[in-house]
């Protein structure tokens, strides 16, 4: 080693106290720190040769998107041409991704060949022994996509979800977007529309930041549905599916009206029970099926050909409907699509029994039900029930072992993090305990202030209470020595009887007496006045009178003194201020004013 580099090793570096301290305590506060944690996935090659190539293939999943929607067919013949094409250069990832188009298309011709299903079972096979991978997570959602086309529900749902965990070990946010709303779209087949709604809206929001039109269009369409489906205002969702109308019009893509139009139909259909929704619906169908025209999709065709018939019977038109109904069995019969056969026999059970036919509308509903019971009964709600739950608890398991992972790396910090929590805990405590004496020692002193100044207000009460008795006690005096100087006829004391019976007069007089009462109340209870006018503006001085006596706790008998008349009037005035306060039978007029 060169002499420079050992000189230098061996220099003194001294450092002020505050710069070193400060350094020690970062090497503490680092050391602190939880270990970097592993589970983001390194990726293979192969995971790398998978991302570029779906790179490159992103203007062909564009044009795929569009035709899957509105030519189907052309879709699948394209898509065999691809495959073709990469069994000969034996490229696995073209023909994972064209397996997946290809069964995509299928979806809406609504059958899948048995030569695709075997090829995609022959992928999961590969791909599982060779562990997680892009194309294994595509390979479990075409499988998913077939069982979905196949009405195999509870299969459909638990690929799907398989795909959605692959795809979110992977950090790949694409492919789990479209097996989160492949596995709604099993949910939403058996009426499991409010999970189905999240994923859409999650997709929703994810096509919004990574432009895909026509993927973006189709979750727009299923979103709108499912909002229907869970009672979602009709005119809010046209006022969508216009706007998406529009944006097709701008891009004169004409035959994408069909959906839109048919989309605008479900929605008012859902809403059958205003006539005037089930005549739009029925526009907006008609309207859909000219556009169906323009591609000749047998599906779209056939579930237009259903809802239109629907329409007829609500419209009571059951010989509109049967000509339509008829149609939709043939096809659905020859396509074993027995999902829509069970609705369409349903429908035309109920057209049956509209035109009297009941025989046969108790055979079509028995059909009805037959299929129900054989393809999509309980258990298919109860398998997918239990596949999410088995789910959720592998996901749970996979947080515990990623949690485990941590406490071990952790494991050499635990008792630093022990004392500090304890510390941090014991200060937390010491803290709040002084607040709650503190907090006892206020609320302690209210109540004290509070007995206090109830004491007082009693105290004030009793006072006028007895001023006024004494009032009464007086004036029931000076009327008796009134009623005697009316009484004397002497006229030796007639100058002296007037001259007690001007003074008796003078001090039966109570107005006097009243403003000096209210004087008194007021400073005793500054605003029950006040409150008593805001809340019952309709009350009289007698009835404000009449509340004062008794807010300081006079009895009828006493107020009946004072007002020199009968108690049944007092119970009379009672009765009638209550009436006025519109104070119920089973409420208390005392307690009322009391709290005043």
Known sequence: MPDEYLSFSRMEIKLPPIIHYLLTFLFFACSLLPAKSHALPVFSPEHNLWTIRTMELQPLDSTLSRLQLVFPEQAVSLCLGLLEDS?????AVLQIWTL???VSAYYYIGQIPDSIKDNVLLNVNREEKQGISPM?????LTLGKIYLTEEKYDLSFKYCLLAKDLAKKMDD?????????????ALGALGETEEAL???????????RHPNFYKH???RFNLCTAKAATKAPADSLIASLEQIEAEVLQMGDTALLCWSNMMKGTVYLMESMIKSHVDSAQAYFLQALQYENLFNNILIKTVLKHNIAITYISQNQPSLALAYLQDVIRIWSERKNYLHLMGAYHSLSECMFMMGRYQEAYHYLLESNNIKQQSFGTDIVSDIQKTNMRHIITEKDQQLDLLLQKEELTHSRFYVYLFFSISVFLLFVFIVSILTYKNKAIHKEKENNQKLYRLEIDSKNRELASSFLLLSNKNSILSKIKNLADNKDETEAQAVLNQIAALAESNLKTDDEWQHFQLHFNKVHPKFFSRLHNTYPMLTENDLR???YIKIGLKNKEIATLNHISVESVKMNRWRLKRKMKIGTDENLDGI???L
């Open 87 to 91: 069994k000969r250069e034996k490229d």
């Open 100 to 102: 997946y188009q290809a």
């Open 136 to 140: 294994l997570s595509l390979s479990y």
């Open 173 to 185: 946010s694409a492919q789990f977007i479209l097996a989160d709303v492949a596995a709604s779209a």
């Open 198 to 208: 999240l994923s859409y809206q999650q997709a929703d929001a994810y096509w919004q």
């Open 217 to 219: 269009l189709l979750v």
């Open 546 to 548: 009449l509340c004062a």
């Open 593 to 595: 004013l009391f709290s």
